[in-house]
């Protein structure tokens, strides 16, 4: 058989498509059905409050209003800040222990089962953990950085429109950048390892060999250790959730709070489901410029 | 196929699914509060009910007690059109919202002694001119204050900031006084309070929405001040509810604070409290053009629209708001009853642990949260403004007029331009 690998013939063909029709059925019912269904709802008028409304259909209504609603502008802004610097601190950080976890030649197992612990943990869970250290009364970072004399002692963390961040960003750099690390170390285990002795042997310290070899190959696997990060990070609602609740205001609100609030507690399911819509199309669209735009550059460099 | 083979089928089917072919009528649901001594009462009461009425069986689910999570799943079953529970227990911030929303029926000739429940109570259970659900106990905002450390309570905001500075500054105790700050609704009660004791409103008597005329800056000026660099609330207040303000006032670290009344029960015990008989309660004072006001919370009886029960439902929400069932209710769990004639009763005397003239004068200025079915939207607005002029991210003017502004647009937007009057 000479055939070119890669293609099929008819029957080969029609058989893959009856085994790929079950992933794909399952595929639409949970996630294709589900957001037509939410973005066919953004396009009415619905609140469950006012029943007398009905459910008219308002076209971009919705969409309309949220471009006018300062509140979602900044929960925007909240969520792509957040997203950015979470995920910069995470890469960096992931990118340091991986080369730490690549260099080390014993307990290589016990290591990495410790770095992944705060990974497992669920993130509700780890919430609570950080809120509890942040607290003013008798919080562990608090107190301690109280006696350090470096911040007030009526200090709260979570009273300041900006210091709220930290604790949000801390623990979701906490919890994120063992995944990160993994990923990255799985990147640096796939480099061959004859680059770096050929290199070595022609003289390249260590900083050389790390910038002109390690760095650029782990490239690729940065990216899409960023790719995941970011996509997770555009959706955070768990955090902010149970650290700060979006306050003080709504300073750490991001858009999926925001969305929830409007559907949970105001029953404004129409409005709701616009703001849902629109985490999907940021998410949605930051993924198709990643792709584009870093994702292939990359990919086509790396054979050459 | 026989009869007798169907049910036979039947019942093996049953077998594996867990459950019993229908036998007698179906019981009554009543849903609510139901932990610790709450849930005996609670099940004692509807026990005397299943007495008078033999035949009739009340099954009793329990929702949880946090008023959000409780509220979501009302919101899914009766929006479902469920049949049950046939009656449930609602805060009074929902009655208006589940009314116009047609998931409970109108209570108006269900109940005897309409008139005999707490005016405030009242005004909170209708809905468009109709009653749609019974009053079944109330709360009230109280101030709380440190016989050891002050001769008698304050009798005005300004005679209590100061009492409230002075102490912080000799250093008798850490915080003045302590609120619930945090973004959510415990804030908006507080600040109503602050609010009636300048004189102003959220919304007049007619619905225009007021909350941004001078008294209300004013009312949260002092708020935003009192937690300043000179102020007696401890910034970290912004992020406490009704147990993190208690717990500060019961290791003895506040002179005054703002709670509900079921903290009197919890402070007296010596076993945990600081300030075991060192406390009283009055009124939360007014400043001048204002006058006294005290946010009324607590629950109230309705049912369920699509009861197939109607009638034993609105007996049973009879039953448990009668007088003997509020008085035993006061009883068990120093809950305040919602009728008028208990509080001229001596029997409630002996039954509340709280100074019964004090309790009755705050009632006396017991104000309800606007009424109106997009309350919740209304209060997260408000809720939100709010935190932001307290945690300094806006001016207490800029607050309240943009937080005005979107609450007319709110009501605007509902078909409510004035609140009251469904369309």
Known sequence: MNRPAGRLDRTDARVAWLLMAPAFLVMIVVAIVPIGMTAWEALHVHDLRLPWLGRPFSGLDNFVEAAQDARFRGAVVHTLGFAIVSVAFELVLGVAFALLMHSVTRGRGPIRAMVLLPWAVPTVVAALVWRFLFESQGGLVSTTLRDAGVVAASFDWFVHPWAAWVPIVVADIWKTTPFVALLLLAGLQAIDPSLDEAARVDGAGAARRLFTITLPLLAPAVVVAAAFRMLDALRIFDLAYVLTGGGPGTATEPLSLYAFATVMQRLRFGYGAALSISVFLLTFAFALVWVRALGRSLVEKEPA | ?423
Request: glycine fraction near 8%; hydrophobic fraction near 45%; charge should be negative.
């Open chain 2, 1 to 423: 196929m026989s009869s007798r083979s169907v049910r036979l089928l039947l019942l093996l089917a049953c077998a594996g699914a867990a459950c019993s072919l229908p036998e007698g009528p179906e019981p009554l649901t009543f849903s609510g509060s139901a932990l610790g001594t709450e849930g005996t009462l609670v099940r004692s009461q509807l026990a005397r009910f299943e007495e008078r009425h033999p035949g009739v069986r009340v099954e009793l689910r329990v929702t949880p007690d946090a008023a959000d999570q409780r509220h979501q799943l009302y919101v899914q079953w009766l929006n479902a059109r469920v049949r049950h529970p046939d009656v449930l227990q609602l805060d009074v911030i929902w009655t208006a919202e589940f009314a116009a929303a047609g998931w409970i029926m109108s209570l108006d000739d269900a109940l005897p002694d309409v008139g005999d429940f707490l005016p405030a109570a009242l005004a909170a259970a209708q809905w468009n001119g109709g009653l749609y659900a019974a009053p079944w106990f109330v709360d009230v905002g109280l101030l709380y204050w440190r016989t050891d450390l002050l001769p008698e309570a304050p009798r005005s905001l300004p005679e209590l900031g100061d009492a409230a500075r002075h102490a912080v500054s000799t250093g008798a105790v850490p915080f003045g006084l302590v609120w619930q700050g945090a973004r959510y609704e415990g804030l908006v009660t507080v600040f109503l309070e602050h609010l009636g004791a300048f004189g102003g409103r959220i919304l007049a008597p007619d619905g225009r929405v007021t909350v941004d005329e001078p008294a209300a800056v004013r009312a949260l000026t002092f708020m935003r001040d009192a937690l300043g660099p000179r102020g007696f609330v401890p910034p970290s207040a912004l992020t406490w509810q009704e147990e993190q303000v208690r717990f500060a006032f019961q290791n003895g670290d506040a002179m005054f604070m703002r709670n509900w009344p079921y903290a009197w029960t919890l402070l007296a015990d010596s076993a945990r409290s600081r300030v075991a008989g060192r406390y009283s309660i009055a009124p939360f004072p007014s400043a001048a053009g204002g006058e006294i006001t005290a946010a009324l919370g607590g629950a109230q009886l309705a049912v369920n629209a699509h009861s197939a029960n109607p009638s034993l439902a609105r007996d049973l929400v009879a039953f448990l708001t009668a007088p003997e069932q509020m008085l035993e209710r006061a009883r068990f769990v120093s809950q305040l009853p919602a009728r008028q004639s208990l509080y001229e009763a001596p029997a409630l005397a002996d039954a509340l642990p709280l100074p019964l003239d004090q309790v009755r004068a705050a009632l006396a200025a017991a104000r309800p949260r606007p009424v109106t079915p997009v309350y919740s939207e209304l209060s997260e607005i408000l809720q939100v403004h709010l935190h932001r002029a307290l945690s300094g991210q806006e001016t207490p003017a800029t607050a309240l007029r943009d937080a005005a502004a979107e609450i007319r647009m709110l009501l605007a937007r509902s078909g409510l331009a004035a609140p009251g009057t469904a369309p």
